[in-house]
């Protein structure tokens, strides 16, 4: 079946613009995640949701940075106001329930560069 | 600090050769978890291994766990060009929701 699918594949937005990037976890996995990747380094975590609610809101780096998840499904992830140490790659996961029971899959990632 | 490091950061071997890459983290977990990164894009699983167990195979993937060491190992055997790909561990924290990756290891088979 279809993996989980990530919207844009690239953005580049000045400082200061709001950007939307958007997340298509496998059909019917329950818990969905974000993580945030700069050049060269590991994953960041940003947020988790387990179904449409967000338990763990821990990484995310500022109240610039929000997410919301509709229908159990689809995922946005919002950042506000843009600043250039934004630019990574924002990585999106799914698994069918918590992470030490499942394994999670990724999306191919939104590059975001921000000018 | 990092929950879960790779070492070495950087491993340079020749095709048909065997590469080693360890890992290792600081709390207890109740699983650790191996995954690939081709590109700089989306992770690939290739492994799970849970605190109960010592030892895991998949294909030409070994990876063990020692968690008096809080360490784990993955071999991947006879490497291939294809294998060349920066690979993660990644840790639960023992009743936490969410996976702790290490920074990563890059990996380069040469052909």
């Known amino acids: 079946g279809a993996g989980v699918s990530q919207s844009p594949s690239n953005k580049v937005t000045e400082k200061g613009k709001d950007v939307e990037l958007r997340c298509d976890p496998i059909s019917g996995h329950t818990a969905l995640y974000w993580y945030r990747q700069s050049l060269g380094q590991g994953l960041e975590f940003l947020i988790y949701?387990?179904?449409?609610?967000?338990?763990?809101k821990s990484g995310l780096p500022s109240d610039r940075f929000s997410a919301e998840r509709t229908g159990g499904s689809v995922s946005t992830l919002t950042i506000q106001r843009t600043q250039q140490e934004d630019s990574a790659v924002y990585l999106c996961a799914s698994s069918s329930s918590s992470p030490y029971q499942e394994t999670q899959y990724f999306g191919p990632g939104t590059r975001l560069l921000v000018l | 600090s990092q929950q879960g490091e790779e070492d070495p950061q950087a491993l340079s071997i020749q095709e048909g050769e065997n590469a080693t890459m360890n890992c290792s983290y600081k709390t207890s977990i109740n699983n650790l978890q191996w995954y690939r990164q081709n590109s700089g894009r989306g992770l690939v699983h290739l492994i799970l291994i849970r605190s109960n167990e010592r030892e895991k195979h998949s294909g030409r993937l070994r990876v063990t766990l020692d968690t008096s060491k809080k360490s784990s190992s993955l071999l991947i055997t006879a490497s291939r060009a294809a294998d060349t790909a920066s690979y993660f561990c990644a840790t639960d924290q023992g009743g936490s929701e969410k996976l702790v990756f290490g920074k990563g290891m890059k990996l380069t088979v040469n052909p």
């Open positions: 949701f387990q179904g449409n609610s967000a338990p763990d």
